[in-house]
T-cell receptor
Framework: RKEVEQDPGPFNVPEGATVAFNCTYS??????FFWYRQDCRKEPKLLMS???SGNEDGRFTAQLNRASQYISLLIRDSKLSDSATYLC???????????FGSGTKLNVKP | ETGVTQSPTHLIKTRGQQVTLRCSSQ?????VSWYQQALGQGPQFIFQ???????GRGNFPPRFSGLQFPNYSSELNVNALELDDSALYLC??????????????FGPGTRLTVL
């Protein structure tokens, strides 16, 4: 079983839509969680950390459910510039090793 | 811009050759991690260097090796290249190896093609 699993998509949504991605992780000892964004042929860039209490950054909201071992990302009022692959990342606390999901592709259309 | 730099940006090699990739970490960061990203996949952890020593390794064979220098820059060496080594190699820097809570910041990557 993979450490981190994501629906690869693609999610095709119109501008202004709300879209949500989920990600599940297999190791209950996982300690820290992140969402990264990756544009085509570019490096991953940190979008936001995910805290136990949930956190929001503008149009983006991240939630963590430790009991069910999943993380979610909600994007409101989607923009064309949100089109990218969103990578779910988990760290078990073992020497800062990151486990990446395969990514969920989002296409926001006019 | 994260301040993490990598060189070269692109590289073409043939099977059996050896390659060295370089990474300069962000100012103030003492930890460098290397990842391999195949097309359509998420990055896979190769290994991490902290204070010039290997500080953890993923499921990669010994022909993948590395170094970290006193200024925290790092090299990834791959010997006896195979076709499946073709990928984007990403370097990420962070500020501390302990705790596992620290965000990592990625360089632009080196795209390696093995023919």
């Amino acid at each position: 079983r993979k450490e981190v699993e994501q629906d690869p998509g693609p999610f095709n949504v119109p501008e202004g839509a709300t879209v949500a991605f989920n990600c599940t992780y297999s190791n209950s000892a996982s300690q820290s969680f992140f969402w990264y964004r990756q544009d085509c042929r570019k490096e991953p860039k940190l979008l936001m950390s995910v805290y136990s209490s949930g956190n929001e950054d503008g149009r983006f909201t991240a939630q963590l459910n430790r009991a069910s071992q999943y993380i979610s990302l909600l994007i409101r009022d989607s923009k064309l510039s949100d089109s990218a692959t969103y990578l779910c990342v988990v760290n078990r606390g073992d020497f800062n090793k990151f486990y990446f999901g395969s990514g969920t592709k989002l296409n926001v259309k006019p | 811009e994260t301040g993490v730099t990598q060189s070269p940006t692109h590289l073409i090699k043939t099977r059996g050759q050896q390659v060295t990739l370089r990474c300069s970490s962000q100012s103030g960061h003492n930890t460098v991690s290397w990842y391999q990203q195949a097309l359509g996949q998420g990055p896979q952890f190769i290994f991490q260097y902290y204070r010039e020593e290997e500080n953890g390794r993923g499921n990669f064979p010994p022909r993948f090796s590395g170094l970290q220098f006193p200024n925290y820059s790092s090299e990834l060496n791959v010997n006896a290249l195979e076709l499946d080594d073709s990928a984007l190699y990403l370097c990420a820097s962070s500020s501390d190896a302990a705790g596992g809570y620290n965000e990592q910041f990625f360089g632009p990557g080196t795209r390696l093609t093995v023919l």
